[in-house]
């Protein structure tokens, strides 16, 4: 968990079923704003806040997935250039929600929030 999250010690040990469950969405309910980062046997997770306070920002390639905390980094791995109508909408807006799944960076999936990302 990265972040500040609500949860006590008795609510995180009650979400280890859930982990097992893969039951990533459950795992951002508590007050707050946090990540989390998750693993189930060999599937990992990362989640962001319904708030968008710990955006999660991911790209697939051939070798996996990749994540991140800022789209240029996942970016990077090939030089994906920026994604003009997105940035053009986030200036006209200045909201993230407006971007819906989509990233300042072309071919990088946008902000994850309260859902599994990776």
Same mark, same amino acid.
């Given at each position: #968990?990265?972040?500040? +999250?609500?949860? *006590? @010690?008795?609510?995180?040990? @009650? ?6 469950? &893969? ?9 707050? /704003? ?7 046997? /060999? #599937?990992?997770?990362?989640?962001? =806040? ?8 991911? &790209?697939? @390639? !051939? ?9 240029? $980094?996942?970016?990077?791995? =090939?030089?994906?250039?920026? *994604?003009?109508? $997105?940035? $053009?909408?986030?200036? $006209?807006? !200045?909201?993230? *929600?407006?971007?819906?799944? &989509?990233?300042?960076?072309? =071919?990088?999936? !946008?902000? +994850? ?6």
């Amino acid at each position: #968990m990265i972040g500040e +999250c609500g949860a *006590d @010690d008795i609510q995180l040990r @009650d979400a280890l079923p859930v982990v097992r469950a &893969r039951s990533w969405r459950a795992l951002t309910r508590w007050p707050g /704003s946090y990540r989390v980062v998750a693993r189930s046997g /060999s #599937m990992p997770a990362v989640t962001g =806040d319904p708030a968008g306070q710990h955006p999660v920002y991911y &790209r697939t @390639d !051939g070798a996996g997935t990749w994540w991140a905390t800022a789209s240029s $980094a996942p970016a990077a791995l =090939d030089g994906a250039p920026v *994604d003009v109508t $997105a940035l $053009a909408a986030h200036l $006209a807006f !200045g909201q993230p *929600d407006v971007l819906a799944t &989509r990233s300042l960076c072309c =071919d990088v999936g !946008g902000e +994850c929030r309260a859902g599994m990302c990776c």
